[in-house]
């Protein structure tokens, strides 16, 4: 019974838990159960044997409890996860939010430069065609000009050769002209006394 007693003992003394979760229990019913028969044990000594017996019978419910103690706190942590999850999320989203505004706030700002800038665009391209419609008429009078310039040129050598030429012949020209001249008044007094003449 002594080594029955002390056996026990160091059995107990691993600590529930652990007795619990061991190969033990089997040994365990069996010692108190074998002590049980020991004539000199007191009432309390029977009580604490009767106890030790069901040791093996809450075990399950000790295992059981201490799965759902595992997954409660699992719950929990799971839980406070994402409770801090939602709070970076929330954070991130109200960044995001404010991100948000001053992207469009500077959109807004971009598109107006954008819209002023096209209208400087319309208005010089607008300006830009009735310019080249200038240029166009400007270069077609060039053009002109130069024809008009390279015809006289062609004719010039001509004209000076022909002004040379009369020149030469502007002494004869002049006597022509004087004896012509006398030539009218010439005729023009010979029949000047028929002036009024009537029969």
């Given at each position: 019974m002594t080594e029955a007693r002390k056996k026990?003992?160091?059995?107990?003394?691993i600590g529930f838990p652990a007795l619990f979760t061991s190969d033990k229990l089997t040994e365990v019913t069996t010692l108190s159960l074998e002590l049980?028969?020991?004539?000199?044990?007191?009432?309390?000594?029977?009580?604490?044997?009767?106890?030790?017996?069901?040791?093996?019978?809450?075990?399950s419910d000790f295992l059981e409890a201490k799965r759902v103690a595992k997954e409660a706190?699992?719950?929990?942590?799971?839980?406070?996860?994402?409770?801090?999850?939602?709070?970076?999320?929330r954070n991130d989203?109200?960044?995001?939010?404010?991100?948000?505004?001053?992207?469009?706030?500077?959109?807004?700002?971009?598109?107006?430069?954008?819209?002023?800038?096209d209208?400087?665009?319309a208005i010089l391209q607008s300006r830009r065609a009735a310019l080249a419609k200038v240029a166009?008429?400007?270069?077609?009078?060039?053009?002109?000009?130069?024809?008009?310039?390279?015809?006289?040129?062609?004719?010039?050598?001509?004209?000076?050769?022909?002004?040379r030429e009369a020149n030469s012949q502007s002494s004869e020209w002049k006597l022509k002209k004087q004896k012509s001249a006398e030539k009218e008044v010439e005729i023009?007094?010979?029949?000047?006394?028929?002036?009024?003449?009537?029969?």
């Open positions: 026990l003992v160091n059995l107990l003394c049980q028969n020991e004539p000199n044990l007191s009432d309390r000594e029977l009580s604490m044997l009767k106890l030790i017996q069901e040791i093996p019978l809450a075990s706190e699992k719950f929990f942590a799971d839980l406070e996860a994402k409770l801090t999850r939602v709070s970076t999320l989203y109200n960044a995001s939010k404010q991100e948000i505004a001053l992207l469009e706030v500077e959109d807004i700002s971009t598109s107006s430069a954008i819209q002023e800038i209208e400087k665009i166009n008429r400007t270069n077609k009078k060039i053009a002109e000009a130069k024809s008009k310039q390279r015809m006289v040129m062609d004719h010039l050598p001509k004209i000076v050769d022909e002004i023009l007094t010979k029949f000047a006394p028929l002036k009024g003449f009537s029969i």
